[in-house]
Structures are given as C-alpha cells and as structure tokens.
Nanobody, 120 residues
C-alpha cells in the first residue's frame, strides 16, 4: 500500500504564491510517476503537473510558467511551487502517484486533498 499526505494549501491573494508538499510512504518502489491534480465542484479532476523518474515534467497549459513541480527523493516528497496565483486556480489539490500495469493501464494512489483558495 502507498500513502500520500499533502500539506501547504491555504488562502492567498491573487498574484501570491503557495508551495504544496506531498510525502509518500509505504511500498513506493513500484511507483512510476507522481503528480498533482486539482478539482473544483462540478468539474472533473484535472492534471496540473506530473513528474517521472527520467523525463521532463509535464504541465497543464494553464499553469505553464507559473507552477513548478519538483521532488526530493531523500525525503520521499514531491512539491508544487505555485506562483502568480489566479482566482481560477482555486480548487482542491490532490497528490497522485501511480504504478503502470502495462497495456496502458495504471493503478492510482491519491492523497486526501488540500484546499487552495485564491482571492481577487
């Protein structure tokens, strides 16, 4: 089993910054990638940023140039640095990790989510 615990959400004014952290624990040797998703009520959960072991990070177009995903393997932690925040960034942010199962399938693990609210 894999456990993900997020922290760092909160309320910030537009133009401000926040850094989210996600600590992963458990059977992590089979994890292929980690990332951050976000969701607002009534909408599907969407990818914000993802990072794998060997390739460049992947970002949603809406956050490119403002958000940066990074990882500290020694601390088993993934970070999401969010700068120049906009009201439309308001959402619950979820940490994600997955194990590739082959044939395009994967098994996802999720954190409990952390609220990010950006006021105008």
């Amino acid at each position: 089993q894999v456990h993900l615990v997020e922290s760092g959400g909160g309320l910030v004014q537009a133009g401000g910054s926040l850094r989210l952290s996600c600590v992963i624990s458990g059977s992590i040797s089979g994890i292929n990638a980690m990332g951050w998703y976000r969701q607002v009520p009534g909408k599907q959960r969407e990818l914000v940023a993802a990072i794998t072991g060997g390739s460049s990070p992947n970002y949603a177009d809406s956050v490119k140039g403002r958000f940066t995903i990074s990882r500290d393997n020694a601390k088993n932690t993934v970070y999401l640095q969010m700068n120049s925040l906009k009201p439309e960034d308001t959402a619950i942010y979820y940490c994600n990790a997955y194990t590739a199962l082959g044939y395009g399938r994967r098994y996802d693990f999720w954190g409990q989510g952390t609220q990010v609210t950006v006021s105008s």
